[in-house]
């Protein structure tokens, strides 16, 4: 991830920075030169929350590890008439 903001930075243009991670979807916030807590954009965190659910599924999960794995058949679907 590029251009991690200080905590500095993000207490004095928190606008900016919730517009920049609408943009870029995160923004890494540091402390003392270590990252210590991510601004996260709704879309993304639905996207992770979302992702996080699929693996919630062991038949998903079977069926992703088996692609993988390269076990699956995959037959080519007709188009519609």
Do not use: H, W
Not at 17 to 39: C, H, M, Q, W, Y
Not at 53 to 75: C, F, H, S, W
């Amino acid at each position: 991830m590029k251009n991690i903001a200080s905590v500095a930075e993000l207490q004095a243009g928190l606008s900016k920075f919730i517009k920049r991670a609408e943009t870029d979807g995160v923004v890494p916030v540091s402390r003392n030169g270590r990252t210590v807590a991510f601004l996260v954009s709704r879309e993304k965190m639905a996207a992770l929350l979302e992702t996080m659910e699929l693996q919630k599924n062991p038949e998903l999960m079977e069926l992703v590890k088996l692609d993988r794995a390269g076990k699956i058949v995959y037959t080519e679907v007709p188009d519609e008439i």
